[in-house]
Each structure stands twice: as structure tokens, then as C-alpha cells.
């Protein structure tokens, strides 16, 4: 064995010590979680990510809740209204929820681990869609009580007024909202909510205050009434309250509703389903089972077929699962069922190099080449095979990511992501590894081989 070999050989040992030290499952120090700087502070871990399907959870489907042929509802818009759902679901505290627009119209919330399906839907059903408005001159007093549902112009349509209609005129929504936090009345002692407005409305708010002084101002919140003030005196700073006999939890929620929830339309549940964890458990087991079974099959199989290069390839398969479920943690990959699928599918794939590899090396030793030359003409004769077959894999799961990500289908971006790393892993772990272990082993074991053809299969 040359120099090459020997270093190549040592770097691949110490990478699969510290790939299968990562892997193991075990309280880690701080310190290496700290080196994973791309992912959210906060969330840094070397934990393996479950989707929806394995540990159960909640999915819901949201739907614009406007009329169809509405032009306010633009690609900008329901991106803006898909990041306000993401910021409050992230506010739930949950590990990896899924948020994507589905369509033109709908946006789907995947929540794995979710422990109260019920409290995850009223807190995604309730749209905090705050609204300041002017009441109609002739409302009566008894149409002005907490809790009375009102009609405001914000998203009104001809269609959506009666004849006897009464209609509040919408100064501002929660989309001016720039923070929203509980609060304690210090006079009686009730909580509430106080709110403040981005600089540009705040300013707009100044001047609406200074010329409606003496005239109430409703605060409508999902098209009920909260409360409907006296506007006393201007309001410069753009600081104002919510009252409305809250507690400290319903007030800290409608809160974080108003803060991560100024949508800039409204949304209204379509449909929602919980999936037990009992349920993905049983689909973990039988997934591990599967994969096990599978890795152990292709181990015999290249073991008494190939024997001395089939126990490197097996040793450079090894390699190949540990450094694919150390990306699986490090990138971080939230893995589902389609996501394992992709991954035993390129476990199987992997052999592939290894056994264009062998065939071709069987031949040049057939012809009379000696063992280190037959070798490297079969790595070097097969590589155009090997790469080309792998570019194609990798092209058809940039195809997959795409329609999965256009079509918000996070099961087929799984399958995609998965197939995609185990073959990029996998053109390193067939030739480079591979190649370093054969070379190993006709170092070693070199003039035995000669002696005895059927080491190789021969």
C-alpha cells in the first residue's frame, strides 16, 4: 500500500468513529450542539426530526375566507398570511411544524407532536382580525354591547350586505399592529391587552384621534365587538388598549393572536384531521424492521457473491448509513415515511457503483491483469456508468422537490430530500471509500487472492 492509501484509509476510520459517536443516541455536550450554527438558535440538536406521519399530530387545511373572484387575494398576500400562521403556531412551541401555501386560496398546517389537537385548532381557528371602526350614527346603544356580531366594510362585498344592514366603517386592522402584550389596569385591577402601531399608521392614527374627538371608535375583533370608547383626546404615540374582562391567559392569548395574527385576509378552516401517536410508533417499527431486513439482504448478498470486494463494500455501506443519518440530524431532516422510503431505496441504490465496480474488475482480471491494475481499470471504466446514473436520480428528485413544493405535498419534498442525500453520499462511499478499502485489502491479502480466485467471486 502507498502513503495515499494509508492517509485515506485513517481519515475514513476517524470519520466513521465521529459519524457513529453523533449518531448514537445520547445527551451530547453543549458544545457540539453550538457548532450547528445554521440552525435556529435555540433549537440546535442532534436529534432526530419525525414528521407528522411517525409521531402523530394535527394537519389543517385553511381556506381564504372570501368570495372566489376576490382580487385582494394576491400571491403576496397569502404568503404574507402564511408566515403570520407560521409565527403563531411557532408560538405554540412545537418542533418542526410544516406551514405552506396549497394552491391560490389555501395554506396547510402540518403540527407533529402535538399534545392538545383541540387547543392547536381553536388557537389556528380564531383569526384575531382586529379591526378599528367608526359605528353607524344610528345604532342604537343595545347594538354596541361586548360580544354584539357586526358587518365592517374591511372585505365586504355587495353579496354580503341585507337590506337592513347595519355597516361599520373600517378605519384600520390589525395589519398596523406592531406589538401586543397582556397587561394589568392599574385603576381596576382587570387585565387587558395593550397594543402599539407601526410608525406610519400610528402617525395616521394621530390625526384620525385629533378629528374624531368626542366620538366613538369601536374595537372589533373577529367581527364581534370588544369594546366601543369614547375617543377622549388625540392619541400621538399610537399606544392603545383592548379591555374586555379578560384573565391572564385569555388576554396573553389573544395577544399572541394579535401579534403574530394581523392577517392581511381572513381564513376559516376546511377541514382538519389528528393523527395518533400509537399509530406512527407502529409505522416507525415496521420501518425499522423493513430497513434492517433490507440492509441485512444486501449485506449476505454482496458478502457470498462477491466475497473479499463484497466485505468492502458491505464495510463502505456501513459508512454510507451512518454518514446519511448524521445529514439526517446535522441538516436538520424532518423524517417521514416517504423519507425513510427514499432512504432504504438508495441503501439499496448504493450497491449499484459497487457491483458495475466488481463486474468489470472480473473481467480485466480474466484477461491476465494483475489484481492492483484490474482494480483501478475496473473503478476508472465504470465511473462514467456510476455518474451518470446518479445524475439522473439526483434530476428526478429536483423534479419531485419541485412538484412537491409546488403542490405544498411535504410527503413527496421528503421522499426527494432523502433519495437526494443517499445519492450524493452515495457517489462518495462507492468510489472513494470503496476504492480505499480495495486497495486495503489487495495490499494485504494480495498474493492469497491470486492463490485463490474465488475471494473474488471468480
Known sequence: MNKNTNIAFVLILLLALVAAYLVWPLQHPTWVNSLLFWQPEGARSLEFRQGLDLQGGLQVLMVADVPEDDVEITSGALETARQVVENRVNALGLTEPVVQVQGSRRIIVELPGIDNPEQAVDTIRETALLEFAEPPLDVEQEGLRPGTPVTTTFGLTATGITTNATVFKTVMTGAALKDAYPGMNQQTNEWMVQFELQSKDADFFGDYTASHTDQMLCIILDKQIV?????????????????GGFTYESADQLAIQLRYGALPIPLKIESYKAIGPSLGKISVDKS??????????????????????????????????????????????????????????????????????????????????????????????AWTSVRDSNLATLLTCAVLYFFGNAFAASLVKGFAITLAL????????????????????????????LEKPWLLGI
Open 227 to 243: 369594546s366601543c370608547p369614547v375617543i377622549r383626546s388625540e392619541i400621538p404615540d399610537g399606544k392603545g388598549t383592548i379591555s
Open 288 to 381: 425499522v424492521r423493513a430497513g434492517v431486513i433490507g440492509l441485512l439482504v444486501v449485506f449476505l448478498f454482496m458478502l457470498i457473491y462477491y466475497r473479499l470486494n463484497g466485505l468492502a463494500a458491505d464495510l463502505a455501506l456501513g459508512l454510507y448509513v451512518l454518514l446519511n443519518l448524521l445529514l439526517y440530524k446535522m441538516v436538520p431532516i424532518t423524517m417521514t415515511l416517504p423519507g425513510i422510503a427514499g432512504f432504504l431505496l438508495s441503501t439499496g441504490m448504493a450497491v449499484d457503483a459497487n457491483i458495475l465496480v466488481f463486474e468489470r474488475m472480473k473481467e480485466e482480471i480474466r484477461r491476465g491483469r494483475s489484481l492492483n491494475n484490474a482494480a483501478e481499470a475496473g473503478f476508472s471504466r
Open 422 to 449: 443517499g445519492t450524493i453520499v452515495n457517489i462518495f462511499t462507492a468510489i472513494f471509500v470503496t476504492r480505499t478499502f480495495v486497495r486495503v485489502a489487495f495490499g494485504l491479502f494480495g498474493d492469497k487472492v
